[in-house]
């Protein structure tokens, strides 16, 4: 493991606690990473934490509940990482949510104030928290997860589609900065984009065996693509939204 393609890297993992964020700290020890996951639930993030851990012993994997709506406790979060471990290499923003609705017509604004937070402040916070220890790092990568509704809203998914487009905005924003400081020379640091159409995982096919869902990401297969931005150069994957799924 000390050998992975991340052997050494420092990586924080936003949203850790779910299906999602559990895949990632398992991919991401695996490949060697010092992992520190947040998530606003002590308890699943525990769990998230230990199975992480189990799965590959002598990784480090350690969990920090923050509230990632409070900019100074991110960025508290953010100094204490490079504080402890002296570089931070990598934040993946794994935070989601949804909420919509049967028509257009119908769309609540209330989703929406629900999604700013949710998909759009954390992002923001994590971003202005991380930015500058990230662009310190030799191989520093900001990962968000985005959804190919942003690029293709329907009507029922005004709301959701609005705070992932702005949130993947944000994000290549944060590409632009890496992109100005390497210069000449290119990016060292890179903000990328994932775009998936949805995720799955174990629980939700034992749920619904019967379910074919069509165009998914395996929240596993997620986490081995969010590895995969480490393995190519901050030139190639700055800016860049990785697709996952068919783009619509």
């Not at 030799?138 to 487009?165: E, M």
């Not at 994000?171 to 984009?193: C, H, N, V, Y």
């Amino acid at each position: 493991m000390q050998n992975g393609a991340l052997s050494g890297a420092v990586i924080a993992v936003a949203g850790a606690g779910g299906p999602a964020g559990r895949a990632a700290l398992i991919s991401l020890a695996e490949a060697g990473a010092t992992v520190v996951g947040s998530d606003n639930d002590p308890e699943r993030l525990s769990e998230a934490v230990d199975a992480a851990s189990y799965a590959h012993g002598g990784a480090t994997v350690t969990g920090d509940t923050v509230d990632l709506l409070d900019l100074q406790a991110t960025r508290d979060w953010a100094a204490r990482i490079e504080k402890d471990y002296g570089h931070v290499d990598g934040l993946v923003h794994l935070v989601g949510g949804w909420r919509g609705s049967e028509t257009f017509t119908r769309t609540s604004l209330d989703d929406w104030d629900f999604l700013e937070m949710l998909l759009v402040r954390t992002v923001q916070h994590t971003s202005l928290a991380f930015h500058e220890a990230l662009q310190r790092s030799d191989r520093g990568r900001y990962v968000l997860i985005s959804a190919a509704g942003a690029s293709k809203p329907t009507a029922g998914n005004a709301a959701y589609a609005a705070a992932k487009a702005a949130a993947e905005a944000w994000t290549l924003a944060m590409a632009d900065f890496f992109r100005k400081a390497g210069g000449a020379e290119g990016p060292t640091s890179a903000a990328a984009i994932l775009v998936v159409k949805a995720l799955v995982h174990d629980a939700m096919r034992a749920e619904r065996p019967n379910a074919k869902f069509a165009g998914f990401t395996d929240v596993k297969d997620l986490a081995e693509a969010v590895v995969g931005v480490w393995e190519k150069s901050a030139a190639e994957v700055n800016g860049h939204r990785l697709w996952l799924t068919e783009k619509p």
